[in-house]
């Protein structure tokens, strides 16, 4: 038998990039947040609730009452 020609081509077997089975670990983190970011723990680094400043708080109107927005939501409602 003669030997195989250069020009024939090779295949070999390549291995799996997967280091689990779930699909999502093959997926770049995305930019933005949410459970695909890649930072599932950042939600447990999360500071504190935002407390406006008194010079802020002071231009904020004052919240509706209960009954108007009940009237507001049946005015919308129709």
Not at 41 to 64: C, K, T, Y
């Amino acid at each position: 038998m003669d030997p195989p020609q250069a020009t024939e081509p090779t295949f070999s077997i390549q291995p799996h990039p997967a280091k689990s089975n779930d699909p999502a670990d093959l997926q770049a983190p995305q930019a933005g947040g949410g459970l695909a970011s890649g930072h599932a723990a950042d939600a447990h680094h999360a500071r504190g609730p935002h407390v406006p400043s008194a010079e802020i708080a002071q231009g904020l109107e004052e919240p509706l009452t209960r009954e108007e927005l009940r009237a507001r939501a049946a005015e919308l409602n129709k």
